[in-house]
């Protein structure tokens, strides 16, 4: 470095400072109350309170952010090429594989965790990849990429800050930075040895003392480093940070109560403060009443024996003359007690006060009864789904920031995974026969090139609450499908022009169930093929539909034949019908000349009486 570029980082280092020191100052009074509500949280400032605040904040977290999401990549057009498809899939995998790496649950819990106390939680993406020592074939010994990951890290808020120069939004924010500690040796590690002298003289060996500022310039697109023990240059410079179409490695945090003039946020403790302070004092002053609600009083000195008779619970005690306490009228004329009636009413008039405070708490923070597991018995199941609708309804704005987040999150790690990750690490989250074919290759050069482009990256959670209804939704929606299934594939077959209704119709209720993802696909690939059937010209079908033809003419054809021969046979019946008829005519004619012939002949008389038909005698 010449004279003149040292003269030019010196003043650009003098100008982070400056702009840093302001930053701290903006949010000093932030960080300060950050720590109060981590040390009222725990508990560490009172023994005697009811910390109902603990109680609110256990109550919520679960309900915010419950079980780790799982990732999800498809293609935006369903018509992609199987290209598309393997990018995605490969994708997918390399997520699945990267969050087993490291323990993603708890990170986003200690986001979450710091959201609900402090009203900002952050996490950071890290790419590490790891170098190890190789031979080449000359037997020099190289230093190569043996394997690499991007690791999700827990950000104390109380670390960060950011552009603090008339910046209301998240959005118009142009850096921020994040400090960290460090000891000689680690910064020797991280920056070079050459910065080891230069921090030598102000800090210990050992000693954690080193201030270092990581800073995420998004105007010049560099990561600064420097400390202010180092004032004339900066640490380390970074071009282009890790290549990222946002630049940032972090999402948008979670912010609480924020306006639109500032990024530093209002916890919730400060809008509870006034009535978590009231109900300290409440529970103090209970504590003070139980002490002073205590029997005691006074006897009779004549009687000393008395003096032990509330020492336990059960006790008989010998007096000397029980005939003078006889006629003293017992031991309620010679004992009096003190009155307690006012502490009775002062502690039940500061057991109600104490109740309306946690109430009044539970509205605040969105905290209700229902969503505690409480109800009252009277309760119809209506009005219990109503108030815990209700419940849900006040926290869903936050359960759906923490899901932003989360998809964020992804969506950054997948890009920095696409950015640095190598094409032979990138083939390895393919099958075996996959590996090694032109269109896998194709796909990771599409991821290195288009990276998210073209895709759909989204997140399954599990639902913290309602699970049986959700699951009873569920099978109502398959039973659903599963009828209009039924009945479309009979409309359709005699409607062609239906299929994209019945389409449209049975995809809104497949989208109704938490598991949607693993149905569309299949859905998808049926209708289209469904939708070929219908509009591609079938060869085979022609020929089927030739061959059918001709069948029907051939037997349309035998029917007429079948018609001509039955009247044939028809009149050849009517015809032998005649003729037995006609024989049988004859036959009886036959019959009656003979016995006319016979009758005459007995009678002696000669008649010629004859048909032709019969000798005469």
Partial sequence: MNKQDSINQEAEVNEWLVKISHAENAYRDYHKLFGDIRKYYRNETKSDKQNIFWSSIETLKPFLYFKQPKPYIERKEKSADRIHNLACKMLEKALYWDLEQFDFDSCIKYARNDFLLGGMGMVIERYKPTFGIVEDISGNRLEVKIDEQVNTEYLDPVCFIADSDKVGIWEDCTWFAVKQYMTIEEAAVSFGKDIRSVLADNVGEESKSIEVYEIWDKKSRRV????????????????????????????????????????????????????????????????????????????????????????????????????????????????????????????????????????????????????????????????????????????????????????????????????????????????????????????VTLLKTNKLRGMVLGIESDITFGEGDQAKKNIDAITTVHNMIGQAFDVVSKQPALLDLYRQMISGVVACLSNARQYESVLENCFDKIAREFNEPDEKGDKNNAAQTALQIQIQKSLWDYQIKKEQNDLKRAEILLRHQEEQNKNMLTNKEMELQAALKAAGKNADITTGLVKKF
């Fill in 224 to 443: 600064l480093y420097l400390s202010k023990l180092c004032p004339r240059r900066f640490l380390k410079v970074i071009e282009n940070g890790l290549a990222l179409s946002g630049f940032y490695p972090l999402p948008k945090p979670l912010l609480a109560t924020c306006t639109n003039d500032s990024l530093i946020p209002v916890p919730d403790y400060i809008q509870i403060k006034p009535l978590l302070d009231e109900l300290d004092g409440v529970t103090s002053r209970m504590e003070k009443t139980m002490k002073a609600l205590k029997v005691s009083g006074c006897y009779d000195n004549a009687f000393p024996e008395l003096a032990s008779i509330l020492n336990k619970d059960i006790t008989l005690v010998s007096i000397s003359d029980f005939d003078r306490l006889k006629s003293a009228g017992g031991i309620k004329n010679i004992v009096d007690f003190m009155p307690i009636d006012q502490y009775i009413t002062a502690l039940q008039s500061l057991a109600q006060r104490r109740q309306d405070i946690v109430n009044s708490i539970y509205e605040i923070t969105g905290v209700s009864d229902i969503m505690r597991g409480t109800s009252n018995a009277g309760d119809t199941a209506t009005a219990i789904t109503k108030k815990t609708n209700f419940g849900t309804l006040r926290n869903q704005d936050r359960q759906n920031d923490m899901q932003r987040f989360i998809a964020d999150l992804f969506k950054i790690k997948a890009e920095i995974i696409c950015e640095q990750f190598d094409t032979d690490k990138l083939l390895s989250f393919l099958p075996p026969l996959e590996r090694n074919t032109t269109e896998a290759a194709a796909a």
